[in-house]
């Protein structure tokens, strides 16, 4: 399970890549392929990890830097749905990718080093 949110996680990031090199570079949207793709990748990526979640919650192991990453998440997605809508103005594009990145950028963060004492 692990490898595949691992998987998820990195075409997650590779498709808000791409996306964004659309919005910001030549103004335009990602093809409707591309929409579902992330869909799916989404969806996965939360079955994944709430699957490897419940397994560390049942083992009583330091979660709080999971919760952390699900907040952060949600503020990735809500801030990319903004970037990434065709009547957003360019400002709004800039600043929901920039707000997504940082909140990516958090997330690879928390991945890696899953500190115990977060809250």
Request: aromatic content about 10%; proline content about 3%; overall charge positive.
């Amino acid at each position: 399970m692990k490898h595949l949110h691992m998987l998820m996680a990195a075409l997650t990031i590779a498709l808000f890549l791409y996306q964004s090199y659309l919005v910001l570079s030549a103004n335009d949207r990602a093809p409707r392929t591309i929409k579902i793709a992330s869909h799916i990748i989404y969806a996965l990526l939360i079955v994944s990890g709430g699957i490897m979640l419940m397994q560390l919650m049942s083992v009583d192991a330091p979660v709080q830097w999971a919760f952390a990453k699900i907040i952060l998440l949600v503020a990735a997605v809500s801030s990319s749905m903004k970037a990434f809508n065709y009547h957003a103005t360019v400002a709004q594009k800039k600043a929901g990718v920039l707000i997504a990145t940082i909140a990516y950028v958090g997330i690879v963060i928390l991945a890696f080093a899953k500190p115990g004492n977060l809250f």
